[in-house]
């Protein structure tokens, strides 16, 4: 069964700074990583897809890399504003046939103004 | 840009009585799948469906716990009795998958949170 593990489960960060999230999962045999956000109360908005064949995925600020092999992925997020304060769920693909998405407990990211 | 709708936003109810959500997927979208995210955890998977079929429901909790899609584009979940632990962020998602199920990106409603008294 398919285990997702983020840590930390909390950051507090100056306005700025360039940070990283971690993911890790213990089935490499995946189809691919999504990274969402989840703002309070909210659902969930994707942020970034990456295929099993691929290494990373870019989108403006945000960059997602994964290494299969070592089960792990990083969410990379560059120059971070308050406004990126949110919980940041990423989840796994994986399970032949229904194709479920396994997630993490999330990490809690606040930017400080 | 089209979005998944779901109703209510918030419900209240007491211990043993019936509560129903509804989701309606973005349009075209045949994979559907319903969610249960207890706070600070991440969502767990109760039912999919692909188009009117239970693709997988291994996870829902069959003694109270229903769901149907009827005509493949809406969906209704219903929860009777409700328990005090089923308080939770209930979150509906729909991807573009069609005839062959694939790990499409998956797109999610603003959840329906259920307190149970």
């Known amino acids: 069964k398919q285990e997702v593990t983020q840590i930390p489960a909390a950051l507090s960060v100056p306005e700025g700074e360039n940070l990283v999230l971690n993911c890790s999962f213990t089935d490499s045999a995946i189809y691919n990583l999504q990274w969402f956000r989840q703002d309070p109360g909210k659902g969930l908005t994707s942020l970034l897809l990456?295929?099993?064949?691929?290494r990373e995925q870019t989108s403006g600020r945000l960059n997602a890399s994964l290494d299969k092999s070592s089960g792990r992925s990083t969410l990379y997020i560059a120059a971070s504003q308050p406004g990126d304060s949110a919980t940041y769920l990423c989840a796994a693909y994986s399970g032949a046939g229904s194709y479920q998405l396994t997630f993490g407990k999330g990490t809690k990211l606040s930017v400080i103004p | 840009e089209a979005e998944v709708a779901q109703s209510p936003r918030y419900k209240i109810t007491e211990k043993s009585q019936a509560v129903a959500f509804w989701c309606d997927p973005i349009?075209?979208?045949?994979?559907l799948y319903w969610y249960r995210q207890i706070l600070g955890q991440g969502p767990e998977l109760l039912v999919q469906f692909q188009d009117e079929s239970v693709v997988d429901d291994s996870q829902l909790p069959k003694d109270r716990f229903s769901a149907e899609r009827l005509k493949g584009v809406d969906s209704t979940l219903k929860i009777q009795p409700a328990e005090l632990g089923d308080s939770a962020m209930y979150l509906c998602a729909s991807s573009r998958a069609g005839k062959v199920v694939t790990a499409d990106t998956q797109y999610f409603g603003p959840g329906t949170r259920l307190t149970v008294l």
């Open positions: 990456i295929q099993s064949s691929q």
């Open positions: 349009s075209g979208h045949a994979t």
